[in-house]
């Protein structure tokens, strides 16, 4: 089991749900984060006062799967993501050590699998 | 009619003067109520940019307005276009305007406010794609070419008025020439690049009701004005904008309820618009009850605009079509079957005895539309063939508020560097960033 975490710009979010969609990904959170991944800053000016935005706007997925999803959602989350300009983002996969689902109790492999129908 | 309301002829009446310079005051709301209305129907990222396409109307209409658009509207009687001999105000002063009791000056600047809000709400049809520049110049070219020519056919001794249309408080200018002018803009431009792809949902309904419910306040000068004065027919328009929309809010509801079992706050809000569109052209000359009527049927076509137009190709963002134009058709319409003597002492409906009016209804209706979308899409296909209309993709996807403006309407602060401040700072000082090692 892994837990795949996917940093995108927001505006690609859709795309990305779309793409997990597509692939059966089901099981999905996302969050809105701020973060800065070497992209230019934006200048900014309110009255006087004029500032570089160090932070963007992004959406953090976070997706448990079992160890042959891991390929499939990474495809997933670079299809809908990428526009090839600096700021697209980034993909972390981790090791996961356990996983319950709370409502049957189902645990690990069995928990990160979808229920059908 | 034994009621006394006017002062003598070609005289300055004081009562007049003040409540114009008051509803001149409320019009001007309207705009930005309006900004407001619009900037809660977009998503965040294009708050600002939706809400500066409103402010901006303000400064370029009103600068248009002063130096050419007032002149072609209301300078002499040709049937196409008036004169340029007010232009920059020349000759606009304290005698009072022909046919009313108030100084030219209160009637330009009441006039102004509504060529401001006309271009204001043309931009709903653009909002979340066009590039702010090039709005810019459109509003400005717009708030001449097409508002104060249809103004003149309307209220300035134009052909439409010249031969009889009833307009009172601009169904044709402001509601049909914005609603047709959208139109032309929206298939001018193009759909946003998400259209009917995502959900494209408003950001902020708070907003929209505060906004509707603003523009409904400032709608009392509009119509309540349209008289130039305290008279009957300000009078009657003042209460008809009271009770219209609220017959509109109540068929709405129903409309919502019978399609959703549910009454919507943004559906209200758009109710509100379309009661108050529908009694514009038609405020001063039917009866309150026919005012009533008007207001519950107007909601129909409107409604299933609104429905249905999502559903098309038409990316006409803010459905100022629907919400304008249908409404305005319908008002200007409504005036030539229900128009009675007896309410605005002026002419008779085709229910009345009168079945010229109705025709003259719907030479305005047919005339104002085709002039609105045709001027305006040649207009943004010009200057389309200068620069570019809409924002760059990416811009799009990034929001137009940090892209256009440089700015957020909702700017956490987190991250945000300091480059420079109003204090004098010896040279940029870097506060949320570490030290470089």
Known sequence: ?117 | MAVPFAAAAGAIDAGDTAWMLAATALVLMMTPALGLFYAGLVRSKNTLNTFMMSIAAIALALVTWAAVGYSLAFDGSGSIVGGLHHAFLHGVGFAPRAGTHIPQLVFFAFQATFCIITVALVSGAVVERMRFGSYLVFAALWSVLVYAVLAHWAFGGGWLQAHGTLDFAGGVPVEMGSGFSALAAALVVGARKDYGRQALLPHNAVYVLLGAGLLWFGWFGFNGGSGFGVNREGVLAFSNTLITPACTLVVWFALDLLRGRKVTAIGAATAIIVGCVAITPAGGYVSPGWAMALGALAALPSYAIIVWRPRTRVDETLDVLAAHGTAGFFGILFIGVFAQVAWNGVSNGIAYGDARQLLWQALAALAGPAYAFTATFVLLKLVGAVMSLRAAELEEAVGMDVTQHGEEAYASGEGAILVTTEAGVDGPRPVAQPEPA
């Open chain 1, 1 to 117: 089991m892994k837990l795949v975490i996917g940093i995108v710009r927001p505006e690609k979010a859709n795309d990305v749900l779309e793409a997990l969609y597509r692939a059966e990904v089901r099981g999905v959170s996302m969050s809105r984060v701020q973060g800065h991944g070497g992209e230019l800053d934006r200048v900014e000016t309110y009255r006087g006062t004029t500032v570089k935005m160090g932070l963007s706007e992004k959406v953090r997925f976070e997706i448990a799967v079992s160890d042959d999803f891991v390929e499939t959602t990474i495809e997933a989350l670079c299809d809908g993501a990428r526009t090839g300009e600096v700021g697209d983002g980034k993909i972390f996969v981790v090791p996961l050590e356990r996983a319950i689902r709370i409502r049957t109790g189902e645990a690990d492999r069995a928990a990160v699998t979808p229920v059908s129908g």
